[in-house]
């Protein structure tokens, strides 16, 4: 599971690094541009809507536990 998070992580900055490169990129139309650049943050916002719904699927069939803070309170 942690390689599987950590590469989803790698996914999405390289989403963001493309639509940073289509955003700098001149030479080219506006729109053209725009619309790259949109498919690039299109992608990332997929990513991470798998990935959560991977992780919510993944602690609900225990393959994940929580751990941190306690739910009790004092």
Known sequence: MKYLVVLAF???LASLASALFF?????????????????????RVGISIV??????VAWQMGYI????LPATAR
């Open 65 to 68: 536990q929580p751990t941190g």
């Open 23 to 43: 955003m700098m990129r001149n030479g080219r139309d506006d729109k053209s541009k725009g619309n790259h650049m949109a498919k690039a943050l299109a992608v």
């Open 10 to 12: 790698i996914a999405i």
């Open 51 to 56: 990935l959560f719904l991977c992780i919510l």
